[in-house]
Nanobody
Framework: QVQLVESGGGLVQTGGSLRLSCAAS?????MGWFRQTPGKEREFVAA????????VYADSVKGRFTISRNNAENTLYLQMNSLKPEDTAVYYC????????????????WGQGTQVTVSS
């Protein structure tokens, strides 16, 4: 069983930065970040393979967000720069035991989410 715990969310002004972390217990392979706002479906943000050699980003965050991981510490990160009000959402960490995927149904394990609010 894999448990995921996110941290690092908060309130930031437009153009600011935040770094999300996700501490994982148990063996994972590919991991990803998703986000969700009320009334909308969960949206893919970024994903990374076990080695970190393969990363995938949603078009809306390319060039602004960077996903990374530290396998020695079993931690996933999302560095978010140049934040916009439309980035406001609950951000979820997810893990699966196979290759990278960009859709939520592919992931087996989920964290509880962390709120990110970007003020205009």
């Amino acid at each position: 069983q894999v448990q995921l715990v996110e941290s690092g969310g908060g309130l930031v002004q437009t153009g600011g930065s935040l770094r999300l972390s996700c501490a994982a217990s148990g063996r994972t392979f590919a991991m990803g970040w998703f986000r969700q706002t009320p009334g909308k479906e969960r949206e893919f943000v970024a994903a990374i393979s076990w080695t970190g050699s393969n990363t995938v980003y949603a078009d809306s965050v390319k060039g602004r967000f960077t996903i990374s991981r530290n396998n020695a510490e079993n931690t996933l990160y999302l560095q978010m720069n140049s934040l916009k009000p439309e980035d406001t959402a609950v951000y979820y960490c997810a893990a699966r035991r196979t290759v990278v995927a960009d859709y939520s149904d592919a992931y087996d394990y989920w964290g509880q989410g962390t709120q990110v609010t970007v003020s205009s």
